[in-house]
T-cell receptor
Framework: GENVEQHPSTLSVQEGDSAVIKCTYS??????FPWYKQELGKRPQLIID?????GEKKDQRIAVTLNKTAKHFSLHITETQPEDSAVYFC??????????FGTGTRLLVSP | GAGVSQTPSNKVTEKGKYVELRCDPI?????LYWYRQSLGQGPEFLIY????????DSGLPNDRFFAVRPEGSVSTLKIQRTERGDSAMYLC??????????????FGEGSRLTVL
């Protein structure tokens, strides 16, 4: 089955800096890679996703890149703000029916 | 309702007791998922319903765990003979179409289970 690894587990940046979170996956058949943001005590919410026929996708300050050959994908947040502080999870499809999540990255943006 | 609704939000029970956790998905969503999230971890897949049937229950940890969705809408996760290791946040998510065709999973706020 699919295995998703995520790093770093924690990331501290100064406001305005960029943040990069990286994930690797094992199943070459995976075709959908979302990123979820979970604030303390809240539900995970989708922030951006990418499908396997695309190498990069951008939405304002966030972007995701995908390298299918290497089986890794990354989340990039530019001009970070304190409200970006949260836990971020990457995920990949397994068997086309479910998502397998990474272990999460706690991002702390200091003013 | 506008989102996925889960009840109870918090459940404290004693070891050995039976618990039920309820999920009311977004109206019209055919796909329903149960995940379990332990502190500091990512959501762990338990079971996936496509309509009324469990299309994939490979994530259920053992036969103490069971889930139903009899009318293709509300789902109940049932845990028998609870153990302290079952303590976690149980998240329900729904999606408009089966599988991952539409992409986004909409999560509920979760049911936090504590087994004493």
């Amino acid at each position: 089955g699919e295995n998703v690894e995520q790093h770093p587990s924690t990331l501290s940046v100064q406001e305005g800096d960029s943040a990069v979170i990286k994930c690797t996956y094992s199943d070459s058949a995976s075709n959908y890679f979302p990123w979820y943001k979970q604030e303390l005590g809240k539900r995970p919410q989708l922030i951006i996703d990418i499908r396997s026929n695309v190498g990069e996708k951008k939405d304002q300050r966030i972007a995701v890149t995908l390298n299918k050959t290497a089986k890794h994908f990354s989340l990039h947040i530019t001009e970070t703000q304190p409200e970006d502080s949260a836990v971020y999870f990457c995920a990949a499809t397994s068997g086309f029916q479910k998502l397998v999540f990474g272990t999460g990255t706690r991002l702390l943006v200091s003013p | 309702g506008a989102g996925v609704s889960q009840t109870p939000s918090n459940k404290v029970t004693e070891k050995g007791k039976y618990v039920e956790l309820r999920c009311d998905p977004i109206s019209g969503h055919t796909a329903l998922y149960w995940y379990r999230q332990s502190l500091g971890q990512g959501p762990e897949f338990l079971i996936y319903f496509q309509g009324t049937g469990a299309a994939d229950d490979s994530g259920l940890p053992n036969d103490r765990f069971f889930a139903v969705r009899p009318e293709g809408s509300v789902s109940t996760l049932k845990i028998q003979r609870t153990e302290r290791g079952d303590s976690a946040m149980y998240l329900c998510a729904s999606s408009l179409l089966p599988g991952m065709n539409t992409g986004e999973l909409f999560f509920g706020e979760g049911s936090r289970l504590t087994v004493l």
